[in-house]
T-cell receptor, first 114, second 114 residues
Framework: GENVEQHPSTLSVQEGDSAVIKCTYS??????FPWYKQELGKGPQLIIDIRSNVGEKKDQRIAVTLNKTAKHFSLHITETQPEDSAVYFCAASMVVAAGNKLTFGGGTRVLVKP | KAGVTQTPRYLIKTRGQQVTLSCSPISGHRSVSWYQQTPGQGLQFLFEYFSETQRNKGNFPGRFSGRQFSNSRSEMNVSTLELGDSALYLCASSSGLSNTGELFFGEGSRLTVL
């Protein structure tokens, strides 16, 4: 089955700096790569996703890049703010008519210091 | 639009007991997935239900079961509880249609097994 590795497990950045989280996946059939943000006491919330037919996607201060050949994808957060402090999870799945199940990475705890 | 609702939010059980958790998806969503979140294993997929049928299953023992009702509400049951079952159980709903990967998570049911 799919295996997703995520690094680093913790990341501390100064407010205004950039944060980068990297993930690798094992199943070349995976075609959907979402990123979720989980704040304390809440469930994960989708912040951005990318599909295998796209190499990069941006949404304001966040961007995701995908390298299908190397089977890795990354999350980039620019101009970090204290509200970006949370746990971030990458995931991979194969979205098909028969439903999808996400395989998550181990998570990255991001702390943005003011 | 109401989000995903999980009940109960917190519960304490003892080893050997069984527990039932409930999930009400977003109105109109037909797919409900369940995930187990623990500090050691991260987020792990349990199963997915779509239109009252189990569509995908993770690698959990048969003590973990679920079902979905005609109104898309779902329940999961864990029998013969073990200490290692202590976790946050997250429910996520989606439209269930192909090429629509986003999952909307509830805030979870935190189970403590003593």
């Amino acid at each position: 089955g799919e295996n997703v590795e995520q690094h680093p497990s913790t990341l501390s950045v100064q407010e205004g700096d950039s944060a980068v989280i990297k993930c690798t996946y094992s199943d070349s059939a995976s075609n959907y790569f979402p990123w979720y943000k989980q704040e304390l006491g809440k469930g994960p919330q989708l912040i951005i996703d990318i599909r295998s037919n796209v190499g990069e996607k941006k949404d304001q201060r966040i961007a995701v890049t995908l390298n299908k050949t190397a089977k890795h994808f990354s999350l980039h957060i620019t101009e970090t703010q204290p509200e970006d402090s949370a746990v971030y999870f990458c995931a991979a799945s194969m979205v098909v008519a028969a439903g999808n199940k996400l395989t998550f990475g181990g998570g990255t705890r991001v702390l943005v210091k003011p | 639009k109401a989000g995903v609702t999980q009940t109960p939010r917190y519960l304490i059980k003892t080893r050997g007991q069984q527990v039932t958790l409930s999930c009400s998806p977003i109105s109109g969503h037909r797919s409900v997935s369940w995930y187990q979140q623990t500090p050691g294993q991260g987020l792990q997929f349990l199963f997915e239900y779509f239109s009252e049928t189990q569509r995908n299953k993770g690698n959990f023992p048969g003590r973990f079961s679920g079902r979905q009702f005609s109104n898309s509400r779902s329940e999961m049951n864990v029998s013969t509880l073990e200490l290692g079952d202590s976790a946050l159980y997250l429910c996520a709903s989606s439209s269930g249609l192909s090429n629509t990967g986003e999952l909307f998570f509830g805030e979870g049911s935190r189970l403590t097994v003593l």
